[in-house]
């Protein structure tokens, strides 16, 4: 086994990556949906007192498990009720990501085990989503912890076996508290596709069933148990729609084509594409024979299961596919190194040509940009864009340059994670338009504790704005608006006002009140004659008074 040794150079590019990646978390607002959803939960959670049942502007909200939830409570409780408190689980859990597919890779070689880790923790994909907050980051790296318990415990024997299977199944209950059934059935499908392939069922034999299931059942039945015993309704709702009907019907409003996670790889998987092709058009074949567990094979059935999987689904977003990233970057790291030094320097060209491209841009951005509202805003990514387009191009000169086993992929992996990084910058200058971070510090402080106390109500009107409830520490009631907040009204109905005529009439006859509402609502109830006074502004919504 080869052994690296960190040269000083070396370690201290991979402190400054380190500190960018734990700073930047804290430095944009929390963007919408997702963000404010994922930070407002954990944020009520506190609140109220109540760890069962996750709440969403005060209403009942179970379409995920509370694991990530908790873990982004204990942060805000410690840290405070910041975006760098909410982020930071995601943060830390893509670090645990790369070192488990760092320990999971030294299967083929200390060599490739850092080669793993740096094309991983320099993809596209991963960078953008260990920066943001979502619950796919979390179910990223408890899903690789039981890809790694499993492929480890299949090379061990006697209690140190023992011990890996259970680190597995650990590992498929925290995913499930995660995210649900998906936790469970991908590694399955991964194992059973595997078996097809490498005719081989002793893995089967060896997932050590009568502790493992119980240690699964121990980990996750409580958090079940309690919540159907408060909430007769959890069942139907998180096992039959958000499970069954969610995968098989269109009923989230988020279909996509079959083809739709093809194009999401290839950019995600970048600088790696050319590796990443080549890994998955031969991780496929055999390497070991049919008695020997082949890891490069079972991390080839991974990423296919999770890739069609999701691609079988009626409800596809961006992040889905994030769960195969590891499995993919072990995949490229166990390339023959003479294929491997050829697809990095054909790389280098590619980082050229995406260097001058990203320069071209930042230089014409101004030319560019014609909406005079969102033009202030978008000109600040423009320096972010050049330093991306630098990191290119010194990565392109770097990479083509470089020898070694580590040295092409290391020089490749600190540009693209420099280049991507500056991506994260650049998303601090467009914050206001995707996050509601800038209204709450605009109302006058004595009107804000006012509402934070819950002496002004807040309506929300033919809009929610999922960030805004973090910054003002209190929910607003609903106004012609149900979306995914529809099953707690449900439960709640007097949170919810049906309709903008129904909230004048409450307007014109209550006292001093708040509106969230956006610039075509103001006008309309402007031409209604409505008392407003205009208290803070973004631009996509406002906020008015009654007095």
């Not at 809009?463 to 805004?468: I, R």
């Given at each position: 086994m080869v052994r690296v040794r960190l040269r000083p150079l070396a370690l201290t590019a991979l402190l400054l990556a380190l500190l960018a990646w734990l700073l930047l978390p804290g430095l944009r607002g929390l963007f919408n949906p997702d963000e404010g959803r994922y930070a407002e939960i954990p944020r009520e959670m506190l609140a109220t007192g109540d760890w069962v049942i996750p709440h969403l502007n005060g209403l009942v909200y179970i379409e995920?498990?509370?694991?990530?939830?908790?873990?982004?409570?204990?942060?805000?409780?410690?840290?405070?009720?910041?975006?760098?408190?909410?982020r930071?689980?995601?943060?830390?859990?893509?670090?645990?990501?790369?070192?488990?597919?760092?320990?999971a890779a030294q299967g083929f070689g200390s060599a490739a085990a850092w080669r793993a880790a740096i094309m991983l923790g320099s993809s596209l994909l991963f960078v953008l989503l260990g920066q943001q907050l979502t619950l796919d980051m979390g179910l990223t790296t408890w899903m690789t912890v039981t890809f790694y318990g499993f492929c480890a415990a299949q090379r061990a024997e006697g209690r140190k076996r023992r011990g890996l299977m259970l680190l597995a199944w650990a590992g498929t209950a925290a995913a499930f508290l995660t995210k649900g059934l998906v936790a469970g059935a991908l590694p399955l499908l991964s194992l059973i596709l595997?078996?097809?392939?490498?005719?081989?069922?002793?893995?089967?034999?060896?997932?050590?069933?009568?502790?493992?299931?119980?240690?699964?059942?121990?980990?996750?039945?409580?958090?079940?148990?309690?919540?159907?015993?408060?909430?007769?309704?959890?069942f139907d709702f998180f096992f039959v729609r958000e499970?069954?009907?969610?995968?098989?019907?269109?009923?989230?409003?988020?279909?996509?084509?079959?083809?739709?996670?093809?194009?999401?790889?290839?950019?995600?998987?970048?600088?790696?594409?050319?590796?990443?092709?080549?890994?998955?058009?031969?991780?496929?074949?055999?390497?070991?024979?049919?008695t020997q567990f082949d890891l490069r094979r079972f991390a080839w059935a991974w990423c296919a299961v999770v890739f069609v999987f999701f691609s079988a689904s009626d409800s596809k977003l961006i992040p889905y596919i994030l769960p195969l990233l590891p499995q993919l970057a072990l995949l490229m790291a166990a390339l023959p190194e003479d294929a491997l030094r050829r697809d990095i320097r054909r790389t280098a060209v590619l980082l050229a040509v995406l260097?001058?491209?990203?320069?071209?841009?930042?230089?014409?951005?101004?030319?560019?940009?014609?909406?005079?509202?969102?033009?202030?805003?978008?000109?600040?990514?423009r320096w972010p864009l050049a330093l991306m387009g630098a990191c290119f191009l010194a990565g392109?000169?770097?990479?083509?340059?470089?020898?070694?086993?580590?040295?092409?992929?290391?020089?490749?992996?600190?540009?693209?994670?420099?280049?991507?990084?500056?991506?994260?910058?650049?998303?601090?200058?467009?914050?206001?338009?995707?996050?509601?971070?800038?209204?709450?510090?605009?109302?006058?402080p004595a009107l804000l504790q006012a509402v934070r106390a819950g002496d002004v109500p807040v309506y929300s009107v033919g809009?929610?704005?999922?960030?805004?409830t973090f910054y003002l520490e209190h929910t607003v009631t609903l106004v012609e608006w149900r979306g995914e907040l529809d099953f707690g009204l449900t439960l709640a109905p007097q949170r919810f006002v049906p309709t903008v005529a129904d909230f004048e009439s409450a307007w014109r006859a209550g006292s001093q009140a708040l509106a969230v509402v956006e610039p075509r609502?103001?006008?309309?109830?402007?031409?209604?004659?409505?008392?407003?006074?205009?208290?803070?502004?973004?631009?996509?919504?406002?906020?008015v008074s009654r007095q």
């Open positions: 995920k498990p509370p694991l990530q939830y908790w873990a982004s409570a204990i942060s805000e409780a410690v840290f405070g009720r910041n975006e760098w408190a909410a930071l689980y995601t943060a830390l859990c893509a670090l645990v990501t790369v070192w488990v597919t760092f320990l595997y078996s097809l392939l490498q005719r081989d069922l002793k893995p089967w034999r060896r997932l050590e069933l009568l502790r493992g299931v119980p240690l699964f059942l121990v980990l996750s039945l409580p958090w079940l148990a309690l919540i159907q015993h408060r909430l007769p309704q959890f499970h069954f009907q969610r995968f098989l019907t269109k009923i989230e409003d988020r279909y996509q084509p079959w083809w739709f996670f093809i194009p999401v790889l290839l950019a995600g998987s970048l600088p790696w594409l050319l590796p990443a092709l080549r890994a998955l058009a031969t991780g496929w074949r055999a390497q070991l024979p049919r260097g001058v491209v990203v320069l071209a841009g930042a230089m014409a951005l101004p030319v560019l940009l014609h909406n005079p509202a969102r033009a202030p805003l978008f000109i600040g990514i392109a000169v770097a990479a083509w340059r470089a020898h070694g086993r580590i040295r092409p992929v290391a020089v490749t992996g600190a540009a693209g994670y420099a280049a991507f990084m500056s991506a994260v910058w650049a998303a601090i200058a467009v914050a206001p338009l995707y996050s509601g971070s800038t209204l709450a510090p605009q109302l006058p809009t929610y704005d999922q960030s805004l609502t103001y006008a309309r109830l402007q031409a209604d004659g409505l008392p407003m006074v205009l208290r803070a502004s973004s631009p996509k919504h406002l906020i």
